[in-house]
T-cell receptor, first 114, second 116 residues
Framework: DSGVTQTPKHLITATGQRVTLRCSPR?????VYWYQQSLDQGLQFLIQ???????AKGNILERFSAQQFPDLHSELNLSSLELGDSALYFC?????????????FGSGTQLSVL | GENVEQHPSTLSVQEGDSAVIKCTYS??????FPWYKQELGKGPQLIID?????GEKKDQRIAVTLNKTAKHFSLHITETQPEDSAVYFC???????????????FGKGTLLTVNP
């Protein structure tokens, strides 16, 4: 058990809908990262938050947004969903800002857009 | 931005044999190279990492080598066991756009199967 909790584990929705994925980092970790995993693209970095502030941005679509709350949990919001958004979404956390740090991954949320 | 290529995409070995997975990266500013193991239904887990000021690092049956000049690094697993079967990801940490922050870029993964 990595100590990172992601909910829900599975999510099935329809095109055009909006969903929210939730992540609770390990106790004491200040950074939260979101990754998208698909068979053809592998693990794609979406965004990182450190202590409530956005720190780094990757290939995150404008239809997607995230935030980190004062209690350090994070939410990833996906809107106007398309079939291609179906993927496994991982949250990870680390102690500091992420420079040469070990990331602890949750078990992921499997999103299916029908 | 950083680009990480990983080979092979699948690897099948007999129990007891060695397995080698190779990665190349594009950004010479990258200075941290971790390897993650992902078992079925789980998130990736760090198994070993190496920093750019080191050429080789070993942890029991696992070793990683880094050639900064050629911009490639490799994972070596000796005396493989069935429980080593998983997907392995290499990654490189380099500066994101603007240069003030670092982000981890992953290879596409290698499915390792160890046959008993």
């Amino acid at each position: 058990d990595s100590g990172v909790t992601q909910t829900p584990k599975h999510l099935i929705t329809a095109t055009g809908q909006r969903v929210t994925l939730r992540c609770s980092p390990r106790s004491g970790d200040l950074s939260v990262y979101w990754y998208q995993q698909s068979l053809d693209q592998g693990l794609q970095f979406l965004i990182q938050y450190y202590n409530g502030e956005e720190r780094a941005k990757g290939n995150i679509l404008e239809r997607f947004s995230a935030q980190q709350f004062p209690d350090l949990h994070s939410e990833l919001n996906l809107s106007s969903l398309e079939l291609g958004d179906s993927a496994l979404y991982f949250c990870a956390s680390s102690v500091g800002r992420g420079l040469r740090e070990k990331l602890f991954f949750g078990s992921g949320t499997q999103l299916s857009v029908l | 931005g950083e680009n990480v290529e990983q080979h092979p995409s699948t690897l099948s070995v007999q129990e007891g044999d060695s397995a080698v997975i190779k990665c190349t990266y594009s950004d010479s500013a990258s200075n941290y190279f971790p390897w993650y193991k992902q078992e079925l239904g789980k998130g990736p887990q760090l198994i070993i990492d190496i920093r750019s000021n080191v050429g080789e690092k070993k942890d029991q049956r696992i070793a990683v080598t880094l050639n900064k000049t050629a911009k490639h690094f490799s994972l070596h697993i000796t005396e493989t066991q069935p429980e080593d079967s998983a997907v392995y990801f290499c990654a490189a940490s380099g500066p994101s756009s603007g240069g003030s922050n670092y982000k981890l870029t992953f290879g596409k993964g290698t499915l390792l199967t160890v046959n008993p």
